[in-house]
Protein backbone atom coordinates (compact mmCIF):
# COMPACT_ATOMS: atom_id res chain seq x y z
CA UNK A 1 0.00 0.00 0.00
CA UNK A 2 1.09 3.58 0.29
CA UNK A 3 1.85 3.56 3.87
CA UNK A 4 5.23 3.66 5.34
CA UNK A 5 6.41 2.24 8.48
CA UNK A 6 8.53 3.46 11.12
CA UNK A 7 10.51 2.13 13.84
CA UNK A 8 11.24 2.55 16.53
CA UNK A 9 7.63 3.62 17.70
CA UNK A 10 8.95 5.38 20.96
CA UNK A 11 13.26 6.04 21.89
CA UNK A 12 14.12 7.47 25.20
CA UNK A 13 17.92 8.57 25.17
CA UNK A 14 20.20 10.41 27.85
CA UNK A 15 21.21 14.15 26.36
CA UNK A 16 23.78 13.56 24.28
CA UNK A 17 23.47 10.18 22.83
CA UNK A 18 22.45 9.23 19.50
CA UNK A 19 19.04 8.63 17.81
CA UNK A 20 18.12 7.23 14.82
CA UNK A 21 14.83 6.46 13.47
CA UNK A 22 13.91 4.22 10.46
CA UNK A 23 11.27 4.22 7.72
CA UNK A 24 10.54 1.75 5.62
CA UNK A 25 8.15 1.21 2.01
CA UNK A 26 7.61 -1.72 0.39
CA UNK A 27 7.44 -0.03 -2.90
CA UNK A 28 10.06 2.26 -4.42
CA UNK A 29 9.37 6.10 -3.32
CA UNK A 30 9.97 8.56 -5.66
CA UNK A 31 10.66 11.08 -2.77
CA UNK A 32 11.02 11.30 0.86
CA UNK A 33 10.05 13.72 3.29
CA UNK A 34 10.85 14.40 7.17
CA UNK A 35 9.07 16.36 10.00
CA UNK A 36 9.45 16.66 13.10
CA UNK A 37 6.16 17.91 15.60
CA UNK A 38 7.46 19.06 18.99
CA UNK A 39 4.72 18.28 21.67
CA UNK A 40 0.85 20.10 21.49
CA UNK A 41 2.64 21.69 18.08
CA UNK A 42 2.46 20.77 14.31
CA UNK A 43 4.25 19.30 12.12
CA UNK A 44 7.53 21.28 10.71
CA UNK A 45 9.25 20.49 7.36
CA UNK A 46 13.12 19.29 8.00
CA UNK A 47 14.04 17.94 4.67
CA UNK A 48 13.08 16.00 1.50
CA UNK A 49 15.53 13.40 -0.27
CA UNK A 50 15.34 12.63 -3.58
CA UNK A 51 18.08 11.00 -5.61
CA UNK A 52 18.98 7.22 -4.83
CA UNK A 53 21.45 7.03 -2.09
CA UNK A 54 20.96 10.75 -1.02
CA UNK A 55 22.38 11.84 2.32
CA UNK A 56 22.11 15.27 3.17
CA UNK A 57 22.87 16.69 6.97
CA UNK A 58 21.67 19.62 8.74
CA UNK A 59 23.95 20.66 11.66
CA UNK A 60 23.54 17.27 14.43
CA UNK A 61 20.67 15.83 11.94
CA UNK A 62 21.42 13.08 8.78
CA UNK A 63 19.11 12.52 6.70
CA UNK A 64 19.49 9.21 4.38
CA UNK A 65 17.96 7.73 1.48
CA UNK A 66 18.46 4.29 0.41
CA UNK A 67 19.93 3.01 -2.75
CA UNK A 68 16.43 1.30 -3.76
CA UNK A 69 14.33 4.17 -2.43
CA UNK A 70 12.57 2.10 -0.64
CA UNK A 71 14.05 3.17 3.63
CA UNK A 72 15.33 5.63 4.90
CA UNK A 73 16.73 7.16 8.14
CA UNK A 74 17.28 10.14 10.34
CA UNK A 75 19.98 10.27 12.89
CA UNK A 76 20.73 12.72 15.20
CA UNK A 77 24.34 12.87 17.14
CA UNK A 78 24.44 14.09 20.32
CA UNK A 79 20.64 14.60 21.32
CA UNK A 80 20.02 17.78 22.72
CA UNK A 81 16.56 18.13 24.89
CA UNK A 82 15.17 20.91 22.06
CA UNK A 83 15.34 17.66 19.92
CA UNK A 84 12.12 16.27 21.78
CA UNK A 85 9.43 15.63 19.69
CA UNK A 86 7.84 12.91 17.22
CA UNK A 87 9.47 12.55 13.88
CA UNK A 88 8.27 11.88 10.59
CA UNK A 89 8.94 10.43 7.52
CA UNK A 90 6.46 10.79 4.79
CA UNK A 91 5.95 9.68 1.10
CA UNK A 92 3.70 11.21 -1.75
CA UNK A 93 1.58 10.34 -4.48
CA UNK A 94 3.78 11.28 -7.06
CA UNK A 95 4.11 14.76 -8.39
CA UNK A 96 1.10 15.00 -5.51
CA UNK A 97 1.20 16.92 -2.11
CA UNK A 98 -1.27 13.83 -0.67
CA UNK A 99 1.67 13.11 1.71
CA UNK A 100 1.18 9.85 3.35
CA UNK A 101 2.55 9.87 7.41
CA UNK A 102 4.32 7.44 8.91
CA UNK A 103 3.99 6.15 12.33
CA UNK A 104 6.40 8.19 13.51
CA UNK A 105 9.06 7.76 15.99
CA UNK A 106 8.39 9.87 19.58
CA UNK A 107 11.77 10.89 21.06
CA UNK A 108 12.04 11.92 24.65
CA UNK A 109 15.93 13.53 25.79
CA UNK A 110 16.16 12.88 29.76
CA UNK A 111 18.36 15.47 30.55
CA UNK B 1 4.38 36.98 6.89
CA UNK B 2 1.92 35.34 8.22
CA UNK B 3 2.13 31.28 8.01
CA UNK B 4 -0.64 29.35 7.41
CA UNK B 5 -3.59 30.12 9.87
CA UNK B 6 -6.54 28.11 11.17
CA UNK B 7 -9.57 28.75 12.93
CA UNK B 8 -10.88 28.21 15.81
CA UNK B 9 -7.87 26.40 17.73
CA UNK B 10 -10.58 24.95 19.92
CA UNK B 11 -13.95 23.38 19.26
CA UNK B 12 -16.54 21.12 21.85
CA UNK B 13 -19.41 19.32 19.74
CA UNK B 14 -21.70 16.83 20.39
CA UNK B 15 -22.55 13.85 18.24
CA UNK B 16 -24.73 14.63 15.48
CA UNK B 17 -23.77 17.98 14.64
CA UNK B 18 -21.89 19.54 12.37
CA UNK B 19 -18.20 21.90 12.07
CA UNK B 20 -16.79 24.25 10.23
CA UNK B 21 -13.08 24.70 9.91
CA UNK B 22 -11.13 27.22 8.34
CA UNK B 23 -7.85 27.42 6.76
CA UNK B 24 -5.94 30.77 5.29
CA UNK B 25 -3.16 29.52 3.25
CA UNK B 26 0.85 31.47 3.34
CA UNK B 27 0.22 34.37 0.74
CA UNK B 28 1.34 32.97 -2.22
CA UNK B 29 0.69 29.71 -2.30
CA UNK B 30 -2.30 28.00 -4.01
CA UNK B 31 -2.52 24.85 -2.40
CA UNK B 32 -4.30 23.78 0.50
CA UNK B 33 -4.39 20.09 1.93
CA UNK B 34 -6.68 18.45 5.20
CA UNK B 35 -5.30 16.39 7.52
CA UNK B 36 -6.81 14.63 10.67
CA UNK B 37 -4.10 13.53 13.36
CA UNK B 38 -5.82 11.57 16.15
CA UNK B 39 -3.77 11.20 19.15
CA UNK B 40 -0.55 9.64 19.38
CA UNK B 41 -0.92 8.56 14.99
CA UNK B 42 0.75 10.27 12.00
CA UNK B 43 -1.79 13.03 10.36
CA UNK B 44 -3.72 11.28 7.76
CA UNK B 45 -4.97 13.06 4.40
CA UNK B 46 -8.37 14.34 4.17
CA UNK B 47 -7.86 16.55 1.14
CA UNK B 48 -6.21 18.66 -1.40
CA UNK B 49 -7.12 21.68 -3.41
CA UNK B 50 -5.09 23.81 -5.81
CA UNK B 51 -6.73 26.51 -7.78
CA UNK B 52 -10.27 25.84 -6.23
CA UNK B 53 -10.39 22.24 -7.40
CA UNK B 54 -9.95 19.19 -5.77
CA UNK B 55 -6.78 17.24 -6.60
CA UNK B 56 -6.90 14.40 -4.25
CA UNK B 57 -9.18 13.22 -1.44
CA UNK B 58 -7.76 10.20 1.25
CA UNK B 59 -9.75 7.64 2.70
CA UNK B 60 -12.84 9.55 4.45
CA UNK B 61 -16.35 9.09 4.62
CA UNK B 62 -18.78 11.65 2.39
CA UNK B 63 -19.63 13.08 5.73
CA UNK B 64 -16.37 15.34 5.29
CA UNK B 65 -16.14 17.87 2.71
CA UNK B 66 -14.17 20.67 1.52
CA UNK B 67 -13.60 23.70 -0.80
CA UNK B 68 -11.02 26.34 -1.33
CA UNK B 69 -12.86 30.01 -2.39
CA UNK B 70 -10.89 32.57 -4.85
CA UNK B 71 -8.71 34.03 -2.16
CA UNK B 72 -7.31 30.50 -1.98
CA UNK B 73 -8.64 30.03 2.04
CA UNK B 74 -9.99 26.78 2.52
CA UNK B 75 -12.88 25.19 4.27
CA UNK B 76 -13.77 21.64 5.89
CA UNK B 77 -16.65 20.59 6.47
CA UNK B 78 -17.97 17.74 8.65
CA UNK B 79 -21.19 16.46 9.15
CA UNK B 80 -23.26 14.47 11.46
CA UNK B 81 -19.99 14.45 13.65
CA UNK B 82 -19.24 10.94 15.53
CA UNK B 83 -17.11 10.38 18.86
CA UNK B 84 -14.71 9.39 16.28
CA UNK B 85 -14.05 12.39 14.75
CA UNK B 86 -12.32 13.65 17.77
CA UNK B 87 -8.70 14.81 16.62
CA UNK B 88 -6.66 17.47 15.55
CA UNK B 89 -7.30 18.63 11.78
CA UNK B 90 -4.36 20.14 10.26
CA UNK B 91 -4.36 22.38 7.14
CA UNK B 92 -1.15 22.86 5.53
CA UNK B 93 -0.40 25.00 2.03
CA UNK B 94 2.19 24.72 -0.28
CA UNK B 95 2.66 26.92 -3.52
CA UNK B 96 2.14 24.32 -6.65
CA UNK B 97 0.45 21.50 -5.15
CA UNK B 98 3.21 19.67 -6.33
CA UNK B 99 5.84 17.29 -4.68
CA UNK B 100 7.07 20.13 -2.35
CA UNK B 101 7.28 20.68 1.44
CA UNK B 102 3.86 21.34 3.35
CA UNK B 103 3.43 24.59 5.40
CA UNK B 104 1.31 23.34 8.76
CA UNK B 105 -0.90 25.45 10.20
CA UNK B 106 -1.26 25.07 14.43
CA UNK B 107 -4.56 22.92 13.73
CA UNK B 108 -7.65 22.64 14.98
CA UNK B 109 -8.50 20.50 18.23
CA UNK B 110 -11.86 19.12 17.59
CA UNK B 111 -13.97 17.28 20.66
CA UNK B 112 -16.80 15.74 19.91
CA UNK B 113 -18.59 14.53 22.99
Known amino acids: GQQVMQIPQYQHVQEGEDFTTYCNSS?????IQWYKQRPGGHPVFLIQLVKSGEVKKQKRLTFQFGEAKKNSSLHITATQTTDVGTYFC???????????FGTGTRLTVIP | DAGVTQSPTHLIKTRGQHVTLRCSPISGHKSVSWYQQVLGQGPQFIFQYYEKEERGRGNFPDRFSARQFPNYSSELNVNALLLGDSALYLC????????????FGSGTQLSVL
Open chain 2, 92 to 103: ASSSTGGSEKLF
Open chain 1, 90 to 100: ARDQTGANNLF
Open chain 1, 27 to 31: TTLSN
